[in-house]
């Protein structure tokens, strides 16, 4: 089951999310700020994270930068009215951008692409290599 963190100070906004994403398959964890936020991450260690831009204690971008710095390299979806405020999002790791309000389907797809493009990118286990071969005799 996929997992997704909810971080948004709106409630309205908070709730609808966490209901959306629960009825499609996910297990959802909410924040309402950054420091909460950055908390609820390194206990629940979502797959993805869909975020307000602009939230109490920090905002988001803070969010963003507290865990790169952990080397937590989850996709941020920030949702925001301003976008644009984001600057150059190729300069940030695993991060997109939707303009709010959001089609539903469309911020669906963005959150599945991004977890998608995430785990193509993990390192997969590699198998060990098959035991070296004796010399006959030995």
Known sequence: MPKILVVDDIPAIVDFSKEFFED?????RTADTAPT??????????DAILQDLNIPGGGGVFVYETLRAQNDLV?????????????????????SALRKPTDPEVLMAEVKKQIAKASSERPMNPVPPPPPKLPPGR
Do not use: Y
Request: charged share 15%.
């Open 24 to 28: 499609a398959g996910f297990e959802v």
């Open 37 to 46: 936020a950055i908390a609820a991450q390194q206990a629940f260690k979502a």
């Open 75 to 95: 996709p941020i979806i920030f949702s925001t009215g301003k976008p644009e405020t984001l600057g150059d999002l190729s300069k940030m790791i695993n991060v």
